[in-house]
T-cell receptor
Framework: AQTVTQSQPEMSVQEAETVTLSCTYD???????LFWYKQPPSRQMILVIR??????QNATENRFSVNFQKAAKSFSLKISDSQLGDAAMYFC??????????FGTGTSLTVIP | KAGVTQTPRYLIKTRGQQVTLSCSPI?????VSWYQQTPGQGLQFLFE???????NKGNFPGRFSGRQFSNSRSEMNVSTLELGDSALYLC?????????????FGPGTRLLVL
């Protein structure tokens, strides 16, 4: 079975500080794509960052960056200079074949002013 | 470009009824995927449509069906509703040309079955 594990159901961070959300996954495939999506209270899923497994370089998008460890099957998300608007549920996911996402259970991030 | 839209946003039905949800993808996107989100099961893949054909299907009973029209708009139908079908139903669209491409989600339809 394809699984994505987010071991931190809840996290909190002080505004302007840095926080790292963890994600591990299990697949025997060598070619896949990894994503982090955020889901704010409005419930709309918003793409945070995307990583292609064949690329060794870690993806970055402004204040968001990942630490992709392919051998360890780990894909953590680092949020720098946290802002109040970063408060949301964060989902780690991957795509193997086709366009089907396998999602983790999510990490609820609280940003403390 | 306008984003992915879903209608209706909220729906209340009773057990045994059927329901149809609609999803309009971003202009130019030909792939539409559907997901069910519940507190207990999380986000689960229902199916994907591309060019009016179901391209991929998740592990849901036959009561869940879908279709896609020539303008790429998609509908999802659930027949004989059960209490456990109460969920947020999300659709996502993408170009559908490459594996692993970014998918853009709609705001969801919240279905409550009484």
């Amino acid at each position: 079975a394809q699984t994505v594990t987010q071991s931190q159901p809840e996290m909190s961070v002080q505004e302007a500080e840095t926080v790292t959300l963890s994600c591990t996954y299990d697949t025997s495939e060598s070619d896949y794509y990894l994503f982090w999506y955020k889901q704010p209270p409005s419930r709309q899923m918003i793409l945070v960052i995307r990583q292609e497994a064949y690329k060794q370089q870690n993806a970055t998008e402004n204040r968001f960056s990942v630490n992709f460890q392919k051998a360890a099957k780990s894909f953590s998300l680092k949020i720098s200079d946290s802002q109040l608007g970063d408060a949301a549920m964060y989902f780690c996911a991957y795509i193997l074949t086709g366009n089907q996402f396998y999602f983790g259970t999510g990490t609820s991030l609280t940003v403390i002013p | 470009k306008a984003g992915v839209t879903q209608t209706p946003r909220y729906l209340i039905k009773t057990r045994g009824q059927q329901v149809t949800l609609s999803c309009s993808p971003i202009s130019g996107h030909r792939s539409v995927s559907w997901y069910q989100q519940t507190p207990g099961q999380g986000l689960q893949f229902l199916f994907e449509y591309f060019s009016e054909t179901q391209r991929n299907k998740g592990n849901f009973p036959g009561r869940f069906s879908g279709r896609q029209f020539s303008n790429s708009r998609s509908e999802m139908n659930v027949s004989t509703l059960e209490l456990g079908d109460s969920a947020l139903y999300l659709c996502a669209s993408s170009l559908g040309q490459q594996r692993g491409e970014t998918q853009y989600f709609g705001p969801g339809t919240r279905l409550l079955v009484l």
